[in-house]
């Protein structure tokens, strides 16, 4: 069992650039995540998915969008890149989206040049 | 607004005891996570507390006051893989974790 997964596990891109940071769990969770982390600050929450084909806005959803299809993917999409987006971005699942524990999956270091 | 503060680095010795803090300010509060993170890798889940209490588990114990918007971490017999950041998050309302900056502990020998 994996867990989760998430794909590239690095990247460096030009801005202006469209990509797709990838994330997969098999964990058959209802609740998923995106977060990101920079120094000195807290992981900041972008967007979340409470079950299957619903999403909402986290602290810091300007610039990204999110798809979820099915249970297992959770796809985050920056349009247009910018150097701000500079990040480590994790995804994470939970059972619910109530007081159950977050699992985080690997990272995705993302630069933006 | 939503606040979490902990101290931003600790150092400790190899075989001793540390306490990391963490008060929180939220809007609406279900509950208080720890977690580690090595350098490099990613957060994985450490307590949990929604009660006011004391919470042992191994090595590890969580405290929490809730009237006091306070909560706590301690770390007994360190060792060298202990060296990590520990993150502190509350749960508001709307059941979403409002994240420290997290507390680098730094273990020397």
């Known amino acids: 069992i994996a867990g989760i997964t998430q794909a590239p596990t690095s990247q460096i891109l030009a801005a202006g650039r469209r990509m797709t940071l990838r994330c997969t769990q098999d964990?058959?969770?209802?609740?998923m995540y995106w977060y990101r982390q920079d120094l000195g600050l807290g992981l900041r929450l972008i967007h979340y998915?409470?079950?299957?084909?619903?999403?909402g806005k986290g602290e810091v959803p300007d610039g990204y969008s999110v798809s979820r299809a099915n249970t297992d993917d959770f796809p985050l999409t920056l349009a247009s890149a910018v150097p701000s987006q500079t990040s480590v971005y994790f995804c994470?699942?939970?059972?619910?989206?109530?007081?159950?524990?977050?699992?985080f999956g690997p990272g995705t270091r993302l630069t933006v040049l | 607004g939503q606040n979490i503060d902990q101290p931003t680095e600790m150092t400790a010795t190899e075989g001793a005891i540390v306490q990391i803090n963490c008060t929180y300010q939220?809007?609406?509060?279900?509950?208080l996570f720890w977690y580690q993170q090595h350098a490099g890798e990613a957060p994985t889940f450490l307590s949990y507390?929604?009660l006011d209490g004391l919470e042992e588990k191994g090595r590890f114990s969580s405290f929490l006051s809730r009237s006091k918007g306070y909560s706590y971490l301690l770390l007994k017999e360190l060792q060298m893989k202990d060296s990590a950041s520990y993150l502190c998050?509350?749960?508001?309302?709307?059941?979403?974790?409002?994240w420290g900056a997290g507390t680098k502990l730094i273990i020397k020998p």
């Open positions: 994470a699942s939970s059972a619910s989206e109530s007081t159950d524990t977050q699992y």
């Open positions: 964990m058959r969770h209802n609740a």
């Open positions: 998915s409470n079950t299957a084909g619903t999403t």
């Open positions: 939220t809007s609406g509060f279900n509950g």
């Open positions: 507390n929604v």
């Open positions: 998050a509350a749960m508001d309302s709307n059941y979403q974790l409002i």
